[in-house]
């Protein structure tokens, strides 16, 4: 064996050492078996916030539920009101009443916070609550947990999966399988740059593993509180109608509802009630003066959305080329192009099907290619869309396919004729002066490619219907929830320029 191959064994061998020690890390960090008190109704002595009692009913590792529960609690206290206006509960409504706020924990009063940032004076709808951007929402909800988690360690119940200096020692020997196979690549006689990355590609990947599974876990005393409000949600669940009581029944049912939805059995309540960053497609607003849900919609498939001029031009010119190709191939083409009869007409390559399947894929590759659509994997594409050409249709109905247009040829010419005069219109269209729209935003929703333009949803007040816009990348991104106005081009339904309105 070479010195290079024992240091890439060496290297594989520590690998190898480092997960089973994390291996028995785990096994021996796990958390014990939770022991299911009696059904009881009682909370006990100074008994844990709905919060926290989230997190011990998902076994330390979310705090899923948490936020909801934590509102319906301080709903029971009277910092909040739930109001049902009718038999509906999704038309439920929030609002502060006001009364004081002394002795709030962390997480309880941020939880507070984003309820009097969005019902004001005036209240708001249950719906409102959620938040408009994923990077908001994630933020504020990582904040929580990290706040709940600080109280149940305050209370004992809670603890670091792995003491510091256990972590602290599993991420630096991550790094001892890369010295030798650093080591090895440079002594084979290659390059300094890839033997550094070499050698760090264990240690990402372990690191990456390591940080996976860095929780909490239960504390004896975790464990008792544990099964004591399993008991609670035994008793929950003996009421059948629990699961169904709405945001409003906090009056009748009082902190029984906020620790229902905290132990998973209230789950009406904690559909309702979210913190995440809500529904893409129905966003709460008051722009204009009373909250109601606006529906979105996203225009993915419309042809020319967000285009430029330039960019217009060239799709014209792609379906263009793609008409006159297909019109010119149907009517051009020849019987005599094709071989049908003979010893070896089955396999030549001037087979009917093959023909024909070799003419629209290279036209559709002339369209593809003017567009600036071609790509690596689009010669594999085109190979792939020839295979059905070796086995098309009847002898009969090739020969007479070579003869003339095809229905469906004169559907695709059509077609790509009519896009060809859609993308001009709208052309010339973008010719015209821009119009000025005002309003709130809504959502700004990212696009697959980071070259597509972004949706950015307005809200202008005067209906309860919205067609995203779209934002170019050159445009700099607005917050949801900012008075905006926006300079459009209405037939694209691009934003040429963004500005803040204040006051």
């Not at 941020?110 to 209240?123: F, N, Q």
């Not at 709460?284 to 430029?308: E, K």
């Amino acid at each position: 064996m070479t010195f290079e191959a024992e240091l890439y064994w060496g290297g594989a061998g520590l690998i190898g050492l480092w997960l089973a020690m994390f291996g028995l890390a785990l096994a021996a960090t796990r958390n014990g078996t939770v022991q299911t008190g009696p059904a009881t109704q009682e909370f006990g002595p100074d008994p844990e916030s709905p919060a926290v009692v989230a997190l011990l009913a998902n076994r330390w590792r979310s705090v899923d539920r948490a936020a909801a529960a934590t509102l319906l609690d301080l709903a029971a206290r009277g910092l909040i009101e739930v109001r049902q206006p009718d038999d509906d509960p999704a038309h439920s409504t929030v609002h502060v009443t006001g009364k004081d706020t002394e002795g709030l924990t962390a997480y309880e009063r941020r939880v507070l916070d984003r309820v009097v940032e969005r019902a004001g004076a005036t209240g708001a709808p249950i719906g409102a609550i959620a938040f408009r951007a994923e990077e908001s929402a994630k933020s504020w909800n990582g904040s929580l947990r990290q706040e709940i988690i600080t109280e149940a360690r305050l209370r004992g119940l809670s603890r670091p999966r792995f003491a510091r200096l256990l972590t602290g020692a599993f991420y630096v020997t991550a790094f001892a399988p890369g010295v030798p196979f650093t080591v090895a690549v440079i002594a084979g006689g290659h390059g300094v740059r890839g033997a550094v990355l070499l050698g760090a590609l264990p240690a990402v990947a372990l690191m990456w593993l390591l940080a996976r599974v860095l929780g909490e876990r239960a504390t004896p005393r975790g464990l008792e509180r544990a099964g004591h409000w399993a008991g609670v949600r035994t008793w929950l669940h003996a009421h059948e109608e629990f699961a169904q009581l709405p945001p409003a029944a906090v009056t009748v049912w009082d902190r029984y509802l906020g620790y229902g939805t905290a132990l998973g059995v209230t789950s009406r309540a904690g559909r309702l009630l979210g913190f995440d960053a809500g529904d893409k497609r129905r966003v709460w607003s008051s722009y204009g003066g009373t909250w109601r849900p606006v529906r979105i919609s996203y225009p993915r498939l419309r042809p020319g959305f967000g285009a430029t001029t330039s960019r217009l031009l060239q799709l014209a010119c792609a379906a263009g080329v793609v008409t006159v190709g297909l019109y010119l191939f149907a009517v051009l083409r020849q019987p005599d192009w094709a071989v049908i009869d003979g010893p070896d007409a089955e396999h030549s390559l001037r087979r009917p099907g093959l023909v024909l399947s070799a003419g629209w894929v290279v036209t559709a590759l002339l369209g593809v290619a003017v567009a600036g659509r071609f790509r690596r994997w689009t010669p594999v594409v085109a190979f792939l869309a020839m295979m059905p050409g070796n086995f098309a249709g009847s002898r009969d109905w090739l020969t007479r396919a070579m003869d003339g247009p095809l229905p469906g040829e004169v559907v695709g010419i059509v077609c790509f004729g009519a896009l060809t005069a859609y993308y001009l219109t709208l052309a010339v269209l973008e010719r015209r002066a821009p119009r000025t729209v005002t309003g709130e935003v809504l959502r700004m929703e990212p696009r697959r490619s980071k070259a597509a333009p972004r949706f950015l949803a307005l809200d202008t007040g005067d209906g309860d219907r919205t067609v995203a816009w779209a934002l170019p990348p050159g445009v700099p991104a607005v917050a949801p929830g900012s008075v905006v106005r926006l300079s459009v081009s209405p037939g694209t339904r691009a934003v040429r320029s963004a500005a803040a309105v204040t006051g």
